[in-house]
């Protein structure tokens, strides 16, 4: 049974950071693309960074500059580094992996999510 469980949210102030780490189990983060996804009340999730097996990534221009992922396959985590955060960054954050392609992942189509991680940023 394939779970993706994540960590590292919580409530920093505004310039802040925080690292988020998706941890796999039953599954093996090498050869397929990930992805973290955002949702803040009201609104739609988002994208905000994606990797695929070779390395290749996507952001999304909100966070262009200031958010960096990165996977361990040796330790099959997934990670986001988020710096210089603002409070608009807040939002409940979710990891996603699948087979498929990054352009796939990125637009959400993925088979495994995790449960998500509380991001808040105050002024």
């Known amino acids: 049974q394939v779970q993706l469980v994540e960590s590292g949210g919580g409530s920093v102030q505004a310039g802040g950071s925080l690292r988020l780490s998706c941890a796999a189990y039953g599954y093996t983060y090498s050869s397929n693309s990930m992805g973290w996804f955002r949702q803040a009340p009201g609104k739609e999730r988002e994208g905000v960074a994606a990797i695929d097996s070779s390395g290749a990534t996507r952001y999304a221009d909100s966070v262009k500059g200031r958010f960096t992922i990165s996977k361990d396959n040796a330790k099959n985590t997934l990670y986001l580094q988020m710096n210089s955060l603002k409070p608009e960054d807040t939002a409940m954050y979710y990891c996603?992996?699948?087979?498929?392609?990054?352009?796939?992942?990125?637009?959400?189509?993925?088979?495994?999510w995790g449960q998500g991680t509380q991001v808040t940023v105050s002024s």
């Open positions: 996603a992996a699948d087979e498929r392609a990054l352009t796939s992942v990125w637009l959400g189509y993925a088979n495994y």
